[in-house]
């Protein structure tokens, strides 16, 4: 019975260290559908697209790095961290698709912090929220 207890007690430390390095993406590498992506990425510009009195608001922020840029959806508080010209890490987005496009977000299980100024010049020209994606349903 004791060592039951034991094995019971040490696969719940075993569980305990959920934590792991977080493993920096690109937006060139951003698919449909990923989540738990963790990105450093610089604010190129923020527009308000709703404000419903103080306690909702979402904005559509253009963010980039060195391989491209893609359309950031910004709520309430984020709204605050969005400033153009900002960096930021990005830790547990995820994509959501909007009308066919792929959109970056951070839920409540992720994180936005401003962090200190990027080096690297934003690729502008490569901006994945303008590919359009189609639902296909393969037939087996």
């Known amino acids: 019975m004791a060592t039951k207890h034991a094995s019971g007690s040490s696969s719940g430390q075993a569980a305990k260290p959920g934590l792991r390095k977080p493993v920096f993406v690109k937006i060139d590498s951003l698919k449909p559908g990923t989540s738990g992506l963790t990105l ?37 508080d984020q709204v605050d961290l969005m400033k153009p010209g900002t960096s930021v890490n990005i830790r547990n987005g995820k994509i959501d698709m909007f009308k066919g496009m792929m959109r970056l977000v951070v839920d409540r299980w992720g994180r936005i912090e401003v962090t200190d100024a990027v080096s690297f010049e934003v690729k502008e020209d490569n901006n994945l929220s303008l590919v359009e994606y189609e639902l296909v349903n393969v037939a087996e």
Do not use: H, P, W, Y
Not at 53 to 70: M, P, Y
């Open 40 to 76: 450093v990425v610089k604010v190129l510009s923020s527009e308000m697209v709703m404000q419903k009195g103080r306690n909702v608001r979402i904005a559509e922020c253009l963010v980039g790095d060195d391989t491209g840029t893609i359309l950031f959806t910004a709520r309430n």
